[in-house]
């Protein structure tokens, strides 16, 4: 019942967005006032991609999409199910721990139990809330996080921080939950450094620095440099088809660079998708969490 009333809600939604978009177009098309071709092409995509979702409905199959992905963590020898248990608990003793939650929080949570994890690097701190996770997870492990300094430009000008106060409370808040974890070592510096720590090895490593051209290639590469033998990478937000790119948030950046690796035989990779639930599951909202492993330490 609950499912119904939310998609309907969504639907009537979608249409008074449509609507507004298409007034708010009409009049500065019809006006010549204003609206610049770039901008009016951006509120047709947009228009365009509500409807893409409101047609999509019609064809939503949540179960079907669901047992897709529990075969997917099969796949890669995982159980998503017994995750989602682990989680459960977790986000019980550790409210608002699940506010940015997504399939990586599953995954990270199914691979848990491979006791070989001992090191593991994130890249992208961001609110510390998944690496709050990754300490509860991983008990015995040795984490790193990195992210840029506070007065770093990108820094500041990104993710909402952009406002004195509010950046000094998110560096504050960001910084108790660091100072709860028992075994984070917090790095604040670009994550292009990690080219002078090629010898530095982990077990595990989560891509989820900037996500454009040209940052996500390089991180991509230093990570498997860094990568020690079996041990995974996951990389975050990886679209494989994009009509627009930016350097920090969206881009086809990671897809074309985990493409090169593999036609270069250094890797093997699979694609999750980062969210399941209507209207993410399918069609241009479809984003993916990509593990990969470096081929030669997985032969038989
Ligand atoms: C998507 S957020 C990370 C989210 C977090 N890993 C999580 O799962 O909740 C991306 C973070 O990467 C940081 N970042 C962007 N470019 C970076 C760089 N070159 N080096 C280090 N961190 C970077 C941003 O400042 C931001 O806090």
């Known amino acids: 019942m609950n499912l119904i009333v939310t998609r309907c809600y969504f639907i009537i939604h979608i249409e008074v967005k449509v609507e507004l978009y298409t007034k708010f177009a009409l009049k500065n098309y019809l006006t010549f006032r204003g609206l610049k071709l770039q901008k009016l092409l951006n509120i047709s995509q947009r228009i365009l991609d509500k409807l893409k979702i409101f047609k999509l409905y019609f064809s ?3 179960q079907e999409i669901l047992v897709k992905q529990n075969s997917l963590y099969d796949q890669i020898g995982l159980n998503r199910e017994k995750a989602h248990e682990t989680l ?36 992208g701190t961001y609110a510390a809330s998944f690496t709050k996770l990754l300490s509860i997870l991983y008990p015995d492990a040795e984490i790193t996080t990195m992210d840029l300094p506070d007065d770093d430009p990108i820094f500041k000008q990104t993710y909402d ?14 910084n108790s939950l660091i100072e709860s974890c028992a075994n984070v070592n917090f790095v604040q510096e670009n994550s292009l450094l990690l080219i002078n720590n090629r010898d530095l090895k982990f077990d595990l490593i989560w891509v989820d620095g900037a996500h ?18 079996k041990g995974f990478m996951f990389i975050d937000d990886v679209w494989i088809d994009r009509s627009q790119n930016d350097s920090n948030y969206r881009s086809i950046g990671a897809f074309e660079s985990i493409l090169a690796l593999k036609n270069a035989g250094l890797i093997d990779y699979a694609l999750i998708p980062k969210r399941i639930e209507f209207p993410h599951g399918e069609g241009h909202l479809k984003k993916y969490i990509a593990r990969v492993i470096r081929s030669e330490d997985f032969k038989e």
Do not use: W
């Open 60 to 62: 939503y199959d949540y």
């Open 88 to 123: 459960a608990d977790i986000y019980l003793n550790h409210p608002g721990l699940d506010i940015l939650k997504s399939e990586h929080h599953t995954l990270f949570a199914a691979l848990s139990s491979n006791q070989k994890i001992k090191t593991i690097l994130e890249i």
């Open 161 to 174: 921080r952009n406002i004195i106060n509010e950046r000094l409370r998110f560096i504050s808040e960001r």
């Open 212 to 229: 454009g051209y040209p940052m996500i290639a390089m991180d991509i590469v230093n990570s498997l440099s860094c990568l020690a033998k």
